[in-house]
């Protein structure tokens, strides 16, 4: 059985080597790193890295936590077990340019008294301007990754993504989803932890390479000052999602996380305009058409 | 008995005395209006401020919705009752200068099965400077209104105030309070309906002329790069309070309410700097040191 220990020093080194992808990646801007401990046990390592030549604001977050769990996690985990441990890489990268996507990655594993042993995890693009070329080549590396694992990996995670990433009360998706997983053990897998352990490392390790692919095909088109506008009202979106409905922020507000690493995710300005209407015809409005559920991408 | 119907009007009439005062103490803008119909039952006129002199965005909003309680809010209010009226007027202003504090404001009055009949509302101040003079200025208006009616009320509303609007993972209050109540009836006041009625029209006309007062002291006040960036760092946690914890939007959420009417309450900007520290000694330091509960302003 591979341990905790095992799970949270391979993921710190996941952590590692993402930062070192995306400082090469940015060309200019630098991690700052902050070592923090969770009063109720454990702590992680927060890298933040700002006003990049590409990132405006983003992090990349280790952190290896444990405790009592809060009584509304409980109730919501349906579990009589209250002794957690928690650990994880937590990515959200938010760039200067809208013609260049925000990009989210997580991965964790989760245990409570030591027997009840799940992975969660996934990554999802939300691209100010959904551009097709794109979008089916960032689906089609997530399942070249699902599918080096299980046959039926991406198409439900794809799933779950579209319907974990959406944000109910405008009816829209975040962005164009990408995979979702959580609660993975060897009985609702087939697999063993051992194997289910390697596919979270190999989500991890696919992150950098298929970002950098769209960052730089994207990163040299220029924008106009309504382009910008409307990244701005889409990172609003973000927040709405990220406030209202994220399991993750929930998580770590209601475990009293570290709450600058937990609204890292958060953009360094959003905007709110009040009943934006997209001009009929415009991007914004073919954007708005396709953050729907159930696209096939591939 | 006082009806439905006849609170709804007075209501209304409240709007509209208050958004001819703010337009007035704005001079430049004016509101638009948009009547809405709610798909569950009743509509409203939502009334938005945009670009003015003073307000850089404001919302005041007035509905009178009808319909089923969805099961969880039923299950946090602990009814069976299910049929619900709901009618109000609520208020959130963005002022463009930071030394101009912002403003919400709610009257509400609800109603479950026509049997369970409950007022609730509140003003509360969030300035991005406190000042004390003007902190004493706010909270003896409160009183005073609050003291033409109930001997109680201040010191209890401003209490439940302090515990509402409280930001619990940052550890601080949104602002300085104000005067919060949920649920009055004849039974917990000692007042009848009607009562417990003119209290909340009254609290609702104290609002323009005591923000007035507020806005003309402060608004020709010049500011600093830094001061803007520290008001759009203080708008950030206004958005998280109203996105993590606060009741009305909630409730407008998951009753299918208007989104754009909901989410008015939202600035036309704001930003998350990453592990922001008040230099000792500053205004910004000042300010924080003053955003807790249980401080007596009067």
Chains 1, 2 share one sequence.
């Not at 020093?9 to 991690?31: P, R």
């Not at 401990?37 to 992090?59: F, L, M, S, V, Y």
Request: proline share 4%.
């Amino acid at each position: 059985m591979i341990t905790k220990e095992y799970i949270a020093e391979s993921y710190k080194k996941i952590q590692d080597e993402i930062t070192v992808a995306l400082e090469k990646l940015d060309g200019q801007a630098k991690f700052q790193e902050e070592q923090w401990q969770r009063e109720g046990g454990g702590g992680g390592r927060t890298r933040i890295i700002q006003n990049g030549a590409i990132i405006e604001k983003g992090g990349v977050n280790f952190s290896a936590v444990h405790g009592k769990l809060p009584e509304p996690i409980k109730k919501a985990f349906a579990v009589e077990e209250d002794e957690f441990f928690a650990t994880g890489v937590s990515i959200v990268i938010h760039p200067n340019n809208p013609h260049v996507p925000i990009i989210h990655m997580n991965i964790r594993y989760f245990e409570l008294n030591e027997h009840i042993r799940w992975f969660g995890g996934g990554i999802d693009l939300t691209p100010h301007y959904v551009v097709a070329d794109d979008a089916q080549f960032f689906h089609r590396a997530m399942k070249e990754v699902c599918d080096q694992h299980h046959p039926d990996f991406y198409n439900d995670f794809k799933t779950r993504a579209d319907n974990y990433f959406y944000i109910k009360h405008r009816q829209e998706t975040r962005g164009i989803g990408g995979v979702f997983y959580d609660k993975l053990t060897p009985e609702n897998t087939g697999l063993s932890e051992q194997q289910i352990f390697d596919f979270s490392c190999d989500l991890g390790r696919a992150f950098a390479p298929t970002y950098s692919v769209l960052v730089n095909k994207n990163r040299n088109l220029t924008f106009t000052e309504e382009q910008k506008s409307w990244q701005l009202l889409r990172r609003g979106r973000y927040v709405e999602f990220n406030l209202v409905y994220d399991s993750g922020t929930k998580f770590g507000l209601e475990t009293n996380g570290r709450i600058e690493s937990i609204l890292m995710s958060l953009p360094a300005q959003a905007n709110w305009f009040y009943d934006f209407k997209a001009e009929p015809g415009s991007a914004e409005e073919q954007t708005l058409a396709v953050l729907k559920k159930g696209i096939s991408w591939i």
